[in-house]
């Protein structure tokens, strides 16, 4: 899938959530569903470190453009120790290590782990750098005729402002942890969620997706897992743009509604 289809999803994946936790009796206070929101749309991006085309790598000048290359060389690195017999042979990292469910898992955890020791900054840095990809998913057309410090200061602004809002007593930065010292653990979820959807919504192209390493499947451990063949698309395809991406916007709408409890 292409960024914006990914940002897309994410935020439907998590007001989706939302939806489930009003409809169980822990509806979340309103803070909490939009920055987890915005954050689970930027999350969406991130497993596309590995690929130095991708929207990711321009968000942040040289630094994520850097950075991509770096994961990029990783995962390939990762893969070429890894693999067995049946993987082919590969030339480069893009759709290995960092579209698994091990790679969720951990960047989820080290989120909450930069939340519960890095305190007010902490927060502030995953709300900065999830705010910036959320608007380079959602925004792009916006985005990529803007200047990148316009964006910046759009993503430093409001996660200031956010931050601000769920400081408020009962707007959430206690939510689903709510022990002395616990705030803002929360912060993980919408970000492994949002990794985990980018890993679905590519196991639906062409090219399928790890998703299960190091999980071995036969003679594979990066096994692309996905629908029958027949049933894929290429990224960017029409079936993205104009079926899908109308899909996860509905999805969105729908999941706000019963999340807020307004029907």
């Known amino acids: 899938m292409m960024g914006p289809a990914h940002s897309l999803s994410g935020a439907a994946a998590w007001l989706g959530v939302g939806a489930a936790a009003a409809a169980t009796g822990h509806t979340m206070p309103w803070p909490v569903l939009v920055v987890g929101a915005l954050i689970c749309a930027g999350a969406a991006l991130a497993p596309d470190l590995d690929h130095k085309a991708a929207t990711i790598s321009r ?18 690195a990762v893969y070429k120790a890894t693999r067995k017999p049946g993987d082919p042979r590969r030339t480069g990292g893009h759709r290995t290590l960092t579209h698994t469910w091990l790679w969720a898992v951990l960047i989820g955890a080290g989120a909450s782990a ?50 601000g809002i769920l400081d408020q007593p009962g707007n959430g930065a206690n939510w689903l942890f709510t022990d002395p010292g616990q705030e803002y653990l929360w ?6 969620l949002g990794a985990l959807v ?11 997706c790890p998703i299960l390493w190091p999980i071995p499947l036969g003679r594979k451990r990066w096994y692309p897992l996905g629908p029958p063949k027949a049933m894929r698309f290429r990224a960017g395809a029409w079936v993205e ?3 899908l991406m109308p899909v996860f916007m509905l999805l969105g709408g729908v999941g706000a509604v019963f999340a807020l409890n307004l029907v």
């Not at 968000?59 to 994961?71: D, M, N, R």
């Not at 912060?187 to 492994?192: A, D, S, T, V």
């Not at 980018?198 to 090219?207: K, M, R, W």
């Open 114 to 163: 930069v939340a519960y020791t890095g305190g007010r900054w902490g927060v502030l840095a995953i709300l900065f750098v999830h705010l910036v990809l959320a608007v380079e998913g959602l925004l792009w057309r916006a985005a990529r005729v803007s200047s990148d410090v316009l964006v910046w200061l759009l993503g430093a602004t409001s996660a200031w402002m956010l931050a």
């Open 59 to 76: 968000a942040f000048g040289p630094v994520s453009k850097t950075l991509c290359e770096i994961v990029d060389k990783l995962s390939y």
């Open 198 to 208: 980018h890993d679905i919504g590519d196991a639906l192209t062409v090219s399928g």
């Open 241 to 243: 743009m104009k079926v």
């Open 187 to 192: 912060l993980g979820l919408p970000i492994l």
